[in-house]
């Protein structure tokens, strides 16, 4: 029977203990709610690839004799009599065409590189509450939107 009573009366100290802490939670009614935005930068990274820019032709002066020379070569094998001048001349000439535009001065690869680049764009980061608690006004800034009321903690202190 002791035990039963002792049971009893931790239960109803328990409930008053979590009454009292219930007590400190109260509701104030929601006035106003104003939206707050801030302007943020997005990185947007992109690849980026640039061909070379081609310049004038300059002449390969070095390809042309070069050429020139191979072409002479092959054009003096071919001819017999004369038209081994003659082959040899159009073999100078187009050996010496040929060195002075060699292709490989052209075909250079792309660069490519990635390049960042900001977007600024509004975001909302929260809300300016006004809200109403015992006849008095209060401002706070809030995550959240709060619907028609704010749940407050109350705290009671003793003054001397």
Request: hydrophobic share 30%; glycine share 12%.
């Amino acid at each position: 029977m002791k035990y039963q009573i002792l049971i009893i009366g931790l239960l109803f100290s328990g409930l008053s203990m979590a009454q009292r802490y219930d007590n400190n939670i109260a509701y104030g009614k929601v006035i106003e709610v104003r939206p707050v935005y801030e302007r943020v930068s997005i990185p947007e990274r992109q690849r980026v690839c640039e061909r070379p820019r081609y310049r004038e032709q300059r002449s390969n002066t070095g390809g042309a004799i070069l050429g020139g020379i191979i072409g002479g070569v092959l054009g003096n094998q071919i001819g017999s009599g004369s038209g081994r001048d003659a082959a040899t001349a159009v073999g100078v000439i187009a050996g010496a065409s040929v060195g002075a535009n060699h292709p490989s001065h052209r075909n250079q690869r792309p660069r490519c590189y990635t390049d960042t680049r900001y977007r600024e764009e509004r975001q909302l980061s929260g809300y300016d509450v006004t809200y109403e608690y015992q006849g008095q006004w209060y401002d706070t800034f809030m995550t959240r939107h709060p619907g028609e009321r704010v749940r407050l903690a109350v705290e009671v202190q003793v003054i001397e």
